[in-house]
């Protein structure tokens, strides 16, 4: 399984690994809000190579330019895939750029350390100076310096590199990883060295064993849904999330924890995804959410066009309109500030017996297409609804709150 760039620097942060000052952007308007002080370099999330050729790297000095930049690479597809995050970095002034890296050598059948003195997006280059170490026997520092030497590396340059290759063979080694790659380390003339970027993919086989990586697998764990399910607290979480996208799920589920939101879980819908089309699997979706014992809140993040937010529109009227039932104070309760819209009756929640329990608010965040075919047929509707996404996560966790 292929991380993203910022999910790999989050792993190397864990074993020392220098990394820049970095914020990930979900909205354009979190541009305005950045916490890293320009100049700032954009940086399309997506799995492919080659971004800064096309286009998906970007150099920005101030917040106009920043948003005129996030706004084309958000609407910019590399290898087919667009960036549902973009990370924001503190702009890096390195005189020189290293390659580094260790694969799992499947017909070898043991760790390589791979390094080039020559990083960077010339890749021909690159590998013109490529040197490499096979690790026939355990691993030890010899290996890292033994490396650092032949790529020609002298002086202090020898233990800051080998260093970071320690580093990085603790994480492969810690972590189950196939690929761990820093491309470019970037190197200032004083000797200080940075990940300016990272590839890490893990063992598909090992993932089970790494309940600190679960919410970057697809797997299905303990929730009977053809859907991809990404498990949360199953059994105390409040907050249940529906996306339509990997990256869209990762992105929005950091967000609510770093607000301190229990998520339950999380469903993907996808394309082609066993021939159920985007209306089939919300609607099974919703109904699977809905088995969730302690479930406050479910929060829909949907990418798409005009007609996704009419789809998902009509599914939402669907799955509410025959739910209709009064509540003790004959009112919905509405976050503070809450650009949503309401009504005076609220869909509940019932169990297998058809008794009556709590209500659980729906909030959808819609972003991309003409948006008003789906505000006229939501605005007699009990949701809450927004474009951003920040707005949509703050009035979730509300709710949260006020069910409380």
């Not at 917040?63 to 958000?74: R, Y």
């Not at 990256?247 to 589920?253: H, I, N, P």
């Not at 819908?269 to 099974?284: A, K, T, V």
Request: contains cysteine; negative net charge; charged residues 20%.
């Amino acid at each position: 399984m292929d991380l993203l760039e910022y999910q790999a620097k989050e792993l190397f942060q864990k074993v020392g690994i220098p990394t820049l000052p970095s914020q990930t952007i979900h909205d354009i308007g979190e541009l305005k809000r950045l916490h890293i002080p320009y100049p700032v370099v954009l940086k399309s999330q997506v799995r492919a190579g080659g971004r800064g050729k096309v286009g998906g790297i970007r150099f920005v000095e101030n917040t106009i330019d920043g948003i005129a930049a996030a706004s084309a690479i958000f609407n910019l597809p590399i290898s087919n895939e667009y960036p549902e995050v973009i990370l924001a970095e503190a702009h890096y002034d390195s005189q020189s750029e290293f390659f580094l890296a260790i694969v799992l050598d499947y017909q070898l059948q043991c760790p390589v350390l791979l390094g080039s003195s020559k990083g960077g997006m010339d890749v021909d280059t690159l590998l013109q100076n490529m040197e490499k170490v096979v690790l026939t026997d355990d691993f030890s520092a010899f290996h890292a310096r033994h490396l650092a030497v032949k790529m020609g590396l002298t002086g202090e340059l020898i233990a800051v590199v080998s260093d970071i290759v320690e580093k990085m063979y603790h994480l492969f080694l810690s972590a189950d990883l196939d690929i761990i790659e820093i491309n470019p380390l970037g190197v200032k003339n004083n000797g200080e060295v940075m990940a300016l970027d990272g590839k890490i993919a893990i063992n598909d086989s090992a993932i089970a064993r790494h309940p600190d990586l679960s919410l970057w697998t697809h797997h299905e764990l303990n929730f009977a849904s053809p859907l991809r399910w990404l498990k949360g607290d199953i059994k105390s979480g409040e907050i249940g999330l529906i996306c339509n996208g990997y990256g869209l799920v990762l992105s929005s589920w950091d967000l609510i924890r770093e607000q301190q939101g229990k998520l339950a879980g999380a469903l993907i819908l996808e394309d082609n995804h066993l021939n159920l089309s985007l209306g089939n699997q919300l609607e099974l979706a919703l109904k699977k959410m809905r088995e969730l014992s302690k479930l406050k809140v479910i929060f829909i993040n949907i990418l798409g066009t005009t007609e996704t937010s009419e789809v998902v529109a009509d599914v939402i009227s669907q799955y509410l309109q025959p739910a209709f039932l009064p509540r003790s104070d004959d009112r919905m309760t509405r976050p503070t500030g809450a650009n949503s819209l309401g009504r005076e009756r609220s869909p509940m929640k019932e169990n297998s017996n058809n008794s009556k329990l709590e209500y659980v608010p729906i909030v959808i965040r819609l972003v991309k297409g003409n948006l008003e075919p789906f505000q006229a047929k939501v605005s007699a509707l009990p949701i809450y609804w927004n474009t951003s996404l920040e707005q949509c996560i703050a009035d979730t966790l509300s709710l949260v709150d006020s069910n409380a």
